[in-house]
């Protein structure tokens, strides 16, 4: 069975920084792409912020989270992370990491090509 349970959240100070871990189980966890992505207040979807490759772990990011936030993963404790620096008021949101359903090194940006997803932790930016 898979789980994918996220850690670090929390409330942050405008310009500061947070580290979001994601640690998976019940699959082959070098085998698949993993992102994170977010849900804002007041919005009923997800936006993709940022992936990476299975094997050679190149990221991939959002636009609005380039410079700012950094993937990375560690294959041998199954565990993917989110280095958020910079934070801006807008980076408010529920965030999600999620499985991607393809074999291999593809980083989706749809949400529908994700078939697990954690519970999510918050993070809150504050002034």
């Known amino acids: 069975q898979v789980h994918l349970v996220e850690s670090g959240g929390g409330l942050a100070q405008f310009g500061g920084s947070l580290r979001l871990s994601c640690v998976a189980s019940?699959?082959?966890?070098?085998?698949?792409?993993m992102s994170w992505a977010r849900q804002r207040p007041g919005t009923a979807g997800l936006e993709w912020v940022a992936?990476?490759?299975?094997?050679?772990?190149?990221?991939y990011y959002a636009q609005f989270v380039k410079g700012r936030f950094t993937i990375s993963r560690d294959n041998a404790k199954n565990t993917v992370y989110l280095q958020m620096d910079n934070l801006e008021y807008g980076d408010t949101a529920r965030y999600f990491c999620?499985?991607?359903?393809?074999?291999?090194?593809?980083?989706?940006?749809?949400?529908?090509?994700?078939?697990?997803w954690g519970q999510g932790i918050q993070v809150t930016v504050s002034s």
């Open positions: 999620a499985k991607s359903s393809h074999y291999g090194d593809y980083v989706p940006t749809l949400m529908g090509e994700y078939d697990y």
């Open positions: 019940g699959f082959t966890f070098s085998n698949y792409a």
């Open positions: 992936g990476i490759y299975s094997a050679d772990s190149t990221p």
